[in-house]
């Protein structure tokens, strides 16, 4: 990964500069990467605060030979990657809150946003667009977002070198898809749940059209996850909001 290299000073979102190149054919492990997002993007629509040159903003082009309803699944190897690459980098281990937010004290400092292009059955590229939180102080974040938002800066107190970071996300990014590919989701999710401070865990989800409340017991082999409501019912939980709830 990363040995085509697209790098913007300035972009909009480089999600939507490697969606585009990667429609032209741009080779499996090409990274878009900038210093600041004019438009960053979040999941479920949301904007994506990118403005200060002092994170990660960088999207990662792959084409793995798996099945569109795999897909999701890389998100998850995703989120086990930037972990294993922040704790090797700064000793920090953050946690991983279902889907794709790595957080550290309770607090957001990684977003990740995959997207997939697919014919019918096979997937023509995944993109893997990654968000990190790294040299900002409190007050570069907007006030909206201060009280639920850190960098790794403010929790380790040392500026990070963010070249060395994106090197060993890359580094981890390849280990675990590879390991994804050759021996499938066991291995991964496995790495998952270790990192997780979701599962076991009462969580409310906010669905698109309900809330539910339960237990949050695992994922599945596709990255569903898996509530126990009080009925003992068990549903699969595919994209939501989710918070954890003290009782
Ligand atoms: C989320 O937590 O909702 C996901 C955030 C993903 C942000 C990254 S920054 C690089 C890439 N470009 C974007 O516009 N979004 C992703």
Redesign the pocket.
Do not use: E, F, P, Y
């Given at each position: 990964l990363g040995r085509t290299i697209l790098y913007y000073p300035v972009c909009?979102?480089?999600?939507?500069i490697?969606a585009e190149t990667a429609r032209d054919g741009a080779p499996h492990g090409t990274l878009v990467i900038?210093e600041v997002?004019t438009?960053?993007?979040?999941?479920?629509e949301?904007a994506?605060n990118?403005s200060a040159n002092k994170?990660?903003?960088?999207?990662v082009i792959i084409r793995p030979e798996i099945s569109p309803h795999q897909a999701p699944q890389f998100t998850l190897v995703s989120a086990v990657a930037i972990t294993k690459a922040i704790e090797s980098l700064t000793g920090c281990v953050p946690e991983i809150k279902w889907p794709?937010?790595l957080l550290i004290n309770g607090k957001?400092v990684?977003?990740?946003?995959t997207e997939l292009q697919a014919d019918m059955d096979r997937v023509q590229s995944i993109i893997i667009?990654?968000?990190?939180n790294v040299n900002q102080d409190s007050n570069s974040f907007n006030e909206s977002i201060q009280s639920i938002a850190t960098s790794l800066k403010m929790e380790t107190g040392i500026e990070i070198d963010r070249a060395a970071l994106v090197a060993k996300i890359l580094f981890y990014l390849e280990k675990y898809s590879r390991m994804y590919v050759e021996n499938g989701f066991e291995p991964i999710k496995l790495l998952w749940e270790s990192y997780s401070c979701t599962i076991g865990k009462r969580i409310r989800a906010s669905l698109l059209r309900e809330t539910l409340e339960g237990v949050a017991i695992g994922i599945t082999a596709d990255g569903v996850l898996e509530l126990r409501l009080d009925t003992g019912e068990i549903r699969g939980i595919y994209s939501a909001d989710i918070n954890l709830i003290d009782k």
């Open positions: 909009d979102s480089t999600q939507n490697a900038t997002q438009s960053g993007r979040g999941r479920l949301r994506w990118s994170g990660i903003w960088m999207s794709n937010d957001k990684t977003g990740i946003l667009g990654i968000g990190v």
